[in-house]
């Protein structure tokens, strides 16, 4: 045994030598050879490099009211690596919910966790878990760095809207980016990261390449804790562009203020349209300039405030916003949005239809006997006045004052009969020549179409999918009732204002503007601007369109007129009203309430569009509103007056039946 002990020995040395020698040989290699490699990766463990978004860009009216900025807000960061190299993380996290709470700032460590878990962006840079929590947390927790590790606090510019609720449905909100968002947006001139602001509605999400600034980043060093050491490099980020609105604020604040006031005191009277209860619980109202297209005021009811939206809203609260039954959103524009048939407001495209294809001329009467039936009808044959009795001998001018329903009935059952004189769509083609049923172009996104159903549309509807479409024929009815706005036809009422202005003006069609121009943050240099832009002219027939002028006149006016009670009191020497109320039938539901026209009547500087979902008789609701808008407004062209300086008007509602 003990002769075996010198081999073991002599073993063990081998060995040593051999361990030995492989050490020297890797002290060698990590000292000598591998010296760049290392130096590299001890730089990137001791310096990190942030993007730092740019400044977003404004949003002002016309005349340079502030609608959309920035302000100075405390955010409260995690530092995923930091918080995960603490002694205990839970700890700090219990610390960290704590004292949110105590700042007023309702947090559960659940909700930071899932923050935390769900960042996929930079994995250094810090993880947002609180906005806006105020300058006190941000003392607290300043005092707290050295007991909270990976836990920050910062002052961030975040998105501002100045006046609350205005203009809320154009200028949108902002928010986090998605996903999605990201990768569409892979090779944009502005990187984006998550994490970054971006728009998601209105101007916000149609501008975002203007308005959004120019990143910049910081280049610093930490500790091993990942405390920061110093600054190593930085790179300024650059402010986005300012975009200027062809909004007027003031006229934008009246007009949202006359729909909310005059729906909820149709929501408090109450009674019933066509047997069903009138509810009014949406609507909308849009003021253009006929000679240029630009947008002076879009109203949407109910409404909403960006400013909610910008630290993020609870899963229940975002709920209620976008809920989509039995109504649209309070985020939906219905401007763009809501689709309508426009009743008696589009009685002025039948008549222009009629008179200029040769079908009657304006100055013939016909005997409004209070009723109009189809000959050798089946279904429903007979088509009524919506107020009842004879108006006895009506012209188009008459026809429009008192919004005879006998009148144009007749006009849609010519059209009918003879195909071969007229063509297979006369109303639909000259209601498609005024921008009905399409898209008006605005730089809004989600723009709804309309709708404008033809015989050759609903016959190939029928053949692509009869269960959803069983009739396929188009009969004399559906004729006859096209004629008066109602049936297969939807509009927007941007598309209906934008079809009255051009009545207005003589036939010039644009497409509607709602930006002005996009100037330079510093320098105030313009760097676009938006011209109006004319879709076609089509060349009224004055002799036609006169006698529509002045039947429109006649609505707010004459002492028949379905509107001249709402309109009594009104400057009409000065500033005279061209209009016309809309009683637009629901299938279920209350009628749809609309008014549309434009002032002064013979010389159009504003155009107007309403609608009241489940109003009512538009002599009720809508055409009210439309008086306490254009009123402020005709009282600053007038003589000056400040519109803010205009106490609220007293309507009558009522008048005749439409």
Not at 501 to 519: D, K, Y
Not at 594 to 613: C, S
Request: aromatic fraction near 6%; charge should be negative; glycine fraction near 10%.
């Amino acid at each position: 045994m003990h002769d075996s002990q010198p081999l073991r020995l002599s073993i063990l040395g081998i060995v040593a030598v051999a361990l030995f020698t492989a050490l020297f040989s890797r002290l060698w290699f990590l000292q000598v050879m591998a010296v760049e490699e290392y130096e590299a990766v001890g730089v990137s463990n001791r310096t990190r490099t942030i993007v730092v978004e740019g400044p977003r860009g404004r949003i002002l009216d016309r005349n340079g009211v502030v609608l959309a900025d920035n302000r100075e807000a405390v955010v409260v960061t995690v530092d995923r690596s930091t918080l995960e190299a603490a002694d205990d993380p839970q700890v700090v996290l219990t610390d960290l919910v704590a004292e949110l709470n105590r700042a007023g700032v309702p947090t559960t460590i659940d909700e930071v966790e899932a923050a935390i878990d769900g960042w996929t962006g930079d994995p250094y840079r810090p993880i947002v878990v609180a906005n806006d929590v105020g300058d006190d947390l941000y003392i607290t927790l300043s005092e707290r760095a050295t007991s909270l590790p990976g836990v920050g606090v910062e002052k961030r510019l975040v998105r501002q809207y100045p006046n609350g609720s205005l203009a809320a449905h154009v200028l949108g909100y902002t928010g986090e980016i998605n996903a999605d968002e990201l990768a569409a947006r892979v090779d944009a001139e502005k990187a984006y990261q998550l994490g970054d602001r971006i728009g998601k509605m209105g101007i916000e999400q149609q501008y975002e390449g203007r308005l959004r600034g120019v990143p910049g980043s910081i280049t610093f060093e930490v500790d091993s804790m990942g405390r920061i050491v110093s600054i190593l490099d930085r790179v300024e980020p650059q402010p986005g562009d300012d975009v200027w609105l062809t909004l007027d604020a003031d006229v934008q604040r009246v007009a949202e203020e006359s729909l909310a006031s005059e729906i909820v005191r149709a929501q408090q009277a109450g009674g019933t349209s066509n047997d069903f209860p009138i509810r009014a619980p949406a609507g909308s109202a849009v003021v253009t300039q006929p000679d240029t297209g630009e947008v002076v005021a879009m109203a949407s009811y109910p409404t909403f405030d960006p400013n909610e939206l910008i630290g993020g809203v609870s899963s229940a609260r975002y709920q209620e916003l976008t809920a989509m039954e039995p109504h649209f959103s309070p985020m939906t524009n219905r401007a763009i949005r809501g689709q309508y048939a426009p009743g008696s407001t589009f009685k002025i495209f039948t008549g222009y239809a009629a008179a200029t294809m040769g079908v009657r001329a304006p100055g013939v009467h016909i005997d409004d006997t209070g009723s109009y039936t189809i000959n050798n009808c089946v279904g429903r044959c007979t088509f009524e006045n919506s107020s009842p009795g004879s108006n006895g001998p009506v012209n188009l001018q008459r026809a429009l004052t008192i919004s005879s329903n006998v009148y144009f009935f007749q006009l849609g059952a010519q059209f009918h009969a003879q195909p071969s004189a007229y063509g297979p769509r006369p109303i639909q083609d000259v209601a498609a020549q005024f921008g009905l049923g399409q898209r008006t172009g605005l730089a809004l996104p989600n723009e709804a179409g309309g709708l404008l159903i033809d015989a050759e549309v609903r016959a190939q509807r029928h053949e692509d999918n009869p269960e959803a479409y069983p009739e396929g024929n188009w009969y004399v009815g559906d004729s006859v009732n096209l004629a008066i706005g109602q049936g297969e036809i939807a509009v927007t009422p941007l598309q209906l204002v934008n079809a009255y202005a051009t009545m207005g003006n003589g036939g010039q069609l644009h497409n509607p503007n709602i930006v002005r121009q996009v100037t330079d943050p510093l320098s105030g240099e313009v760097l676009q601007s938006f011209e109006p832009r004319l879709i076609r002219d089509l060349e009224l027939d004055g002799s036609v369109r006169a006698p529509i002028l002045d039947g429109l006149v006649g609505v707010t006016q004459s002492e028949e007129g379905t509107a001249s009670r709402v309109f009594a009191g009104y400057p009409h020497a000065e500033y005279p009203v061209a209009g016309k109320t809309g009683t637009a039938q629901n299938y279920g539901r209350a009628s749809n309430s609309l008014f549309a026209g434009w002032a002064p009547a013979h010389d159009p500087e504003y155009a107007i569009a309403v609608v009241v979902e489940e109003g009512g008789y538009g002599s009720r609701v809508a055409a009210p509103i439309a008086r306490r808008i254009l009123e402020p407004i005709a009282l600053r062209e007038i003589d000056g007056t400040p519109i803010s300086d205009v106490p609220e008007i007293e309507v009558e509602a009522g008048g005749s039946f439409d």
